[in-house]
Each structure stands twice: as C-alpha cells, then as structure tokens.
C-alpha cells in the first residue's frame, strides 16, 4: 500500500501547503481521502488523473476537504477522454442531501453520461472497495464527520482522521494501525475546539498504540512550530509531519 500526501494543509491558502487530500494506491486501487482545492493537479502530479480515481473517501463536507468533487466530476464529462468507469463517493450522513444540493446548482455540469456515480453514507459501517477492506466511524467535529481505516490484502492498516478533536473513537480507529494520518491544525497553546494540537495527536497514537504516526491539516502557526518535538514528548514512535507529495510506503 502507497500512501502520497496530496495537500498537507488548510483551508488558508498557502505556496507550500495544498488544501487537505491524500491518495492510497493499494490491489490495483486508487483512491482518494477528501478532495481539497488543487487535488487535481496534485494528482497529475503524482500521477493519476481524473480517470484513474476509483473512489472518494469523503471525512466531511468543509470546503477545505470537497472544493475539488464538482470540479473533478466536471473533468471526467471532457469529450476527447471520458471517464468510463464508475465513481464511488462515500461521506457521513447528510453526504447524499449535500450532492443532491451540488446537482441542483450545477445541473448538467456534473451528470456523467459514460460512467455512474454511486453514492454512499456510512456512519460505522465497513465497506469492500476492490480487495480492500473501508471501515467508518464518526469523529467529533462537524456532525457528519467520520474517519476511516484502510485494510489491504496484506493486512496492513492506514486510519484517516479528516479533521477531528481528541475523542474515544479516534482512538479505536487506529487501534494498532500501520499507520495513522492524523490531523494537528494548531501548535501547543493555540487548541480549537473540533482540532488536535501535537501533543493531543500523540496522546491519540499513543493510546491507540500506532505504529507510526504521520501528522498533517497544518495551519500557518505550525510552521512555526516544533511540532515533531511536542508530538514526541507524548508519542515515542515514529511521527512524520507531512509535506505536499510526498510518498509513504505501508
Ligand atoms: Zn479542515
Ligand atoms: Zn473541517
């Protein structure tokens, strides 16, 4: 299993950090964790385009993790290449009310014509993409947050938070994980409500006992920051602070 950081950042724009997605390439699979503006050129860039993408994990609808479904959806309708295979797109609950809205506004733009859009809410459930094995659990941020856990053939285990305060199920979902991407908005003092600061995300790997932790959804203030440090105090394992691009075997 391959995972590649899309946009390690927020919704404040920034030259070095994109706005939040990540690709995981595993059994022949391509899929993608939320869909910040920008993931399609970030894709191009690591290599998979608009035809490529299997399915869409969504974490929630803020704008900083969807902005790039309807433009996606629209790149798949070019004539001289269409989309041909069919796109499942999974969110919490109220996801399908929100594409409905989205169809509304955008009509046409957005009906596929040579392929099929199929939509899924979950809310805990598991779900077979592939040979890969999706589990969901809701996490403590907007109401129809959720996070999901990534199972290869191999057994190897990816959890993603999306964005998400310190709270029971976070730690059940990356229980033993292979590896954790973990949202960490704020540096150590700077705590808002529904995000993690470092030491909170090692408090998460820690008691979920991770094997690795990769940290990401840095607003500015990280940067200025020893975040690796706060996160280690709590966290003696491996912690990466993701970077745009850049690729991490599981
Ligand atoms: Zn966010
Ligand atoms: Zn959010």
Known sequence: MEL???????????????SPAALIKAARQSIL?????GTLTRMLQAGVTYKDVDAILYSHIHPDHSADLVPLIFACKY???????????IGGMG??????????????SIEPQTFRIHIREVLTDEVEIGALRVTA???????????YRVTSTQGKTLAYSGDTDYCPNIVELA???????LECSFPEGMKVKGHLTPAL???IAQEAWCQRLCLTHFYPPCDHADIKKDCRNVFP???LLAEDMMRIRI
């Open 175 to 181: 229980r033993g994980a292979s590896i954790l991407l």
């Open 137 to 147: 659990i809701p996490l403590e941020h907007a109401p129809e947050s959720v996070g």
């Open 79 to 89: 004539q001289e290449d269409p989309r041909t295979k069919d796109l499942l797109i």
């Open 4 to 18: 590649v950081i899309l946009g390690s950042g927020t919704g404040v724009p920034s030259l070095k950090r994109g």
């Open 201 to 203: 995300a090692g408090r």
């Open 33 to 37: 964790l939320d869909s910040g503006s």
């Open 95 to 108: 996801f399908r009310d929100y594409f409905e809205g989205l169809r509304w506004v955008y009509g046409s």
């Open 237 to 239: 394992g491996e912690v």
